[in-house]
């Protein structure tokens, strides 16, 4: 992963313009807009990209290109594969499940009491802007249904059999 990264910070590197500033600093100039100073002695750059990760970036690349050396031994010890065998050259040991525990003599730790926060308590939670929304829900879709003809796509108040209904001939009462 180290040595794709490098690749592209060389390829990205070969449109760099190079100035020697002293011995181990150089200025290293993207066009007129871009300029960074690299240190090869302290291993910085100015783009800070170098110190986070660990791999040169494309303005060190170009420095160390500058000077003739090889960008390779610019990559930090970590991502080598001796580090990386020495890491995991012991093995793990499994850890003992919660009831195998040796019980503690020390007193249990409680949670503090609740206290009661003046001011008037809110009446709705408030959800979370991830979480649905649950309230007066859409009747889109629904399919209505008369209670006086028992058919589909009216209710009382469109039903033609308005004057057979006692609803509507008494004004809405019930009698």
């Given at each position: 992963m180290a040595l794709k990264v490098l690749?592209?910070?060389?390829?990205?590197?070969?449109?760099y313009v190079v100035h020697w500033n002293s011995q181990y600093g150089y200025e290293v100039k993207e066009g007129h807009t871009?300029?960074?100073?690299?240190n090869l002695n302290m291993l910085t750059c100015t783009c800070r990209a170098w110190?986070?990760?660990?791999?040169?970036?494309?303005?060190?690349?170009?420095?160390?290109h500058f000077k003739k050396l090889e960008s390779v031994?610019?990559?930090?010890?970590?991502?080598?594969?001796?580090?990386?065998?020495?890491t995991y050259s012991h093995f793990l040991q499994p850890v003992q499940n919660m009831e195998m525990w040796p019980e503690s003599q020390n007193l249990s730790v409680i949670p503090p009491k609740v206290?009661?926060?003046?001011?008037?308590t809110k009446k709705v939670r408030r959800r979370e802007p991830t979480e649905n929304k649950i309230g007066k829900?859409?009747?889109?879709?629904?399919?209505?249904?008369?209670?006086?003809?028992?058919?589909?796509?009216?209710?009382?108040?469109?039903?033609?059999?308005?004057?057979?209904?006692p609803t509507r001939s008494t004004g809405g009462a019930k009698s």
């Amino acid at each position: 992963m180290a040595l794709k990264v490098l690749q592209e910070n060389i390829a990205k590197s070969m449109k760099y313009v190079v100035h020697w500033n002293s011995q181990y600093g150089y200025e290293v100039k993207e066009g007129h807009t871009s300029k960074h100073i690299v240190n090869l002695n302290m291993l910085t750059c100015t783009c800070r990209a170098w110190i986070l990760k660990g791999i040169p970036c494309a303005h060190v690349v170009a420095a160390i290109h500058f000077k003739k050396l090889e960008s390779v031994n610019y990559i930090a010890h970590s991502y080598h594969r001796e580090t990386y065998m020495k890491t995991y050259s012991h093995f793990l040991q499994p850890v003992q499940n919660m009831e195998m525990w040796p019980e503690s003599q020390n007193l249990s730790v409680i949670p503090p009491k609740v206290r009661v926060m003046p001011g008037r308590t809110k009446k709705v939670r408030r959800r979370e802007p991830t979480e649905n929304k649950i309230g007066k829900l859409s009747k889109r879709g629904t399919q209505m249904t008369c209670n006086n003809c028992h058919a589909k796509g009216h209710n009382k108040k469109g039903c033609h059999k308005a004057t057979q209904c006692p609803t509507r001939s008494t004004g809405g009462a019930k009698s």
